[in-house]
């Protein structure tokens, strides 16, 4: 079997990084940012992010006639490993989670309004998922959405909302129905982030990432921004994730940072031997090369279903939690191996790759969070991959 990719998609790779050599900018893009950089606006990121557009590069994978190019999903795929390779925003939330959703679900309202603004990247949003009492168990939300002439009173709070303090729109699911079964009750809104009753909260994290805590007070929201049938949100939230997992985790951030390692123990020594001729050293190194094309081969799996039509539900559950797990391994690997300086922060004289993965270990508890912990994942695998009953 040929793993490579097509003429096509080679074609398209060597666009992609010729552009990206042509619009170096660094204040845009960082490889040595732990975090996800499409996460971080700035007026340039936002350029940039045009600049993909004009070149017809978001959204390409969707059907002609909300404005895609249908093309491959592989070309997706290409695309955002180039701009992670280095550090570049990824097309993201926007693309994968909400215009696809609004694709197989949305209003005629809602399609006009939001898609033609996503594909010519005017557009940012933040996802209100988790609560306080409702993390993993997205079910459990207790976000209160009651029904008034011509829409909806929303009324409580989201936590870990990442994007809320730039986002122009809030993609938020709320209980519509509280004497229904937990899954059956919850419905998606689009709520502008400007709206009367919005208060956002700083949340400082690990490794100097910024996520936020929402309330919502007496926020109105019409009819025609309810997304999808009533009650239904459950079910539409878990197809969106089944993306998020792929759209929002690349492979070449993590190959990065496997490479930073590799180079390290070139040069290292301990106790005056040079740490490439351990055989320990190189048993890590070896274990991680593996993990890392295992991830990739995960990936396209999950890209091969969608390009089916499917929804890559155990394949992105697959993908999601062996990629967070070799994200913390690469990052405890150095830990162990460059020993007590490795702990020393950026800034330090004596911290090793500039403190690099000391920043990087405490992000890598993070990527084991979004979208979904890992034990969500296995939950996904065990009960739809190997139906296995599972306890909530």
């Not at 994007?163 to 502008?192: C, E, M, N, Q």
Request: hydrophobic fraction near 40%; glycine fraction near 8%; aromatic fraction near 10%.
């Amino acid at each position: 079997m040929d793993f490579d990719y097509g003429p096509e998609a080679k074609a398209f790779r060597a666009q992609v990084r010729q552009f990206l050599a042509e619009n170096h900018d660094p204040e845009v893009m960082d490889p040595t940012r732990e975090g996800m950089a499409q996460l971080v606006d700035t007026p340039a990121r936002r350029a940039f992010m045009r600049k993909l557009s004009e070149r017809g590069w978001i959204g390409m994978s969707w059907p002609k006639e909300y404005g895609g190019s249908d093309a491959p999903g592989m070309f997706e795929y290409v695309l955002n490993e180039e701009l992670a390779t280095v550090g570049a925003p990824l097309i993201g939330k926007g693309v994968g989670i909400v215009g696809k959703t609004i694709m197989r679900h949305g209003n005629e309202r809602l399609k006009k309004e939001f898609l033609p603004k996503i594909l010519g990247a005017e557009i940012e949003f933040a996802i209100g998922y988790s609560e306080p009492n409702a993390g993993s168990d997205l079910a459990a939300l207790s976000l209160r959405a009651t029904k008034t002439e011509g829409g909806w009173v929303l009324n409580g709070q989201k936590r870990f909302t990442t994007s809320a303090h730039f986002a122009d729109w809030y993609w938020l699911a709320a209980r519509t129905d509280p004497d229904a079964p937990k899954h059956k009750g919850i419905t998606l809104f689009l709520v502008p982030m400007n709206q009367k009753g919005i208060e956002v909260v700083n949340m400082p994290c690990l490794a100097g990432e910024r996520t936020n805590e929402v309330f919502l007070d007496d926020v109105f929201v019409p009819d025609d921004y309810a997304v999808g049938e009533v009650n239904k949100g459950f079910y539409y939230i878990s197809e969106a994730l089944d993306f998020e997992r792929f759209t929002l985790f690349t492979v070449s951030a993590f190959v990065k940072k496997y490479e930073a390692l590799r180079t390290y123990l070139r040069t290292a020594t301990r106790d005056g031997k040079p740490m490439r001729e351990d055989p320990e050293v190189r048993r890590v190194v070896a274990r991680l090369a593996t993990r890392i094309e295992v991830c990739k081969m995960h990936c396209l799996r999950v890209i091969a279903k969608a390009a089916r039509g499917e929804v890559p539900n155990i394949e992105a559950a697959m993908f999601k939690l062996w990629l967070s797990q070799t994200a913390q391994e690469v990052a405890e690997a150095f830990i162990t191996l460059a020993g007590p300086d490795a702990v020393l922060r950026r800034g330090n004289e004596h911290a090793p790759v500039d403190g690099r993965f000391e920043n990087y270990f405490q992000y890598s508890v993070l990527e084991t969070v979004g979208a979904g912990t890992s034990e969500v994942q296995r939950n996904i695998i065990a009960r739809r991959a190997l139906g296995l009953p599972v306890q909530n």
